[in-house]
């Protein structure tokens, strides 16, 4: 049995898989057999699962995804122009790793929003920091933090995430203010991380959405170069997998 001082320096060490995985050595009388080397590599590799799920879940709650979408379940069947080599290339994460953008555009019900998700999940699982918002819900944020003083340090925390989702980019007008935003916030990013955007609205109508032409040209410039693009096409996959849509 594990003598108590060594359990407490365990836990205060915080190797939890660890001593998880060294209680069960004991209680299980086959791994006596096994060499010390052995056990030790069985006790390490635990400790490091544990560590990289405990990762995993605080990454997760960070993005706060709006869907619980993962790449297993992508359907490349419904036809909307989805290609299972363009997608393995995007999930590779290598774009993430460049600071290069993604644009998810195509009707409504064409899966986006789930796909958006699906790829901020799998950036979690490579151990990448993700946020997800909608535009809405993004601009009001901003508004916020501009009245209690607190913009500077939410433009920080948003510069530090290394993929931003965007979802539902162009459903609604925006002001001079949220423009204003809208292109520190790009101008910030450029370069140095990755911004995911999902929407209904093609990408050629984006400079009339933002509205003045100084600072579309300004965004769409930082935005586009060198980004990857999936424009979706057909009907909406609701009326045949409300989850994947």
């Avoid at 069985?42 to 490091?48: A, D, F, Q, S, Y």
């Avoid at 950036?123 to 933090?145: D, I, N, T, W």
């Avoid at 203010?177 to 809208?182: A, E, G, P």
């Avoid at 996959?237 to 849509?245: E, L």
């Amino acid at each position: 049995m594990l003598n108590q001082q060594t359990i407490d320096q365990l836990r205060q060490l915080k190797l939890f898989g660890l001593l998880e995985a060294l209680e069960e050595q004991i209680a299980l009388p086959a791994t006596h057999e096994l060499a010390f080397e052995q056990r030790l590599a069985l006790l390490v590799e635990r400790e490091t699962l544990h560590r990289e799920n405990r990762r995993l879940e605080r990454l997760l709650r960070a993005a706060k995804l709006r869907e619980q979408a993962c790449a297993e379940d992508i359907n490349y069947r419904h036809p909307r122009g989805l290609e299972k080599p363009k997608m393995a290339q995007l999930l590779s994460g290598d774009w993430v790793v460049h600071s290069q953008n993604l644009f998810i555009t195509g009707p409504t019900g064409t899966g986006k929003t789930w796909l958006a998700c699906a790829l901020g999940n799998q950036m979690c699982r490579h151990g990448r920091s993700v946020r997800y918002f909608r535009l809405a819900k993004l601009f009001e944020q901003l508004r916020m933090a501009h009245g209690d003083g607190s913009y500077s340090r939410l433009m920080n925390q948003l510069l530090r995430v290394e993929l931003l989702i965007i979802d539902d980019w162009g459903l609604q007008a925006i002001n001079q203010t949220q423009r204003h935003d809208l292109m520190e916030l790009i101008e910030d990013r450029h370069g140095r991380r990755s911004t995911l955007i999902t929407s209904q609205l093609a990408i050629k109508h984006w400079h009339d959405y933002i509205g003045e032409p100084t600072v579309a040209d300004a965004v769409l410039d930082r935005l586009l170069q060198g980004a990857h693009r999936l424009e979706f096409e057909g009907d909406s996959m609701r009326r045949i997998d409300p989850a994947h849509a």
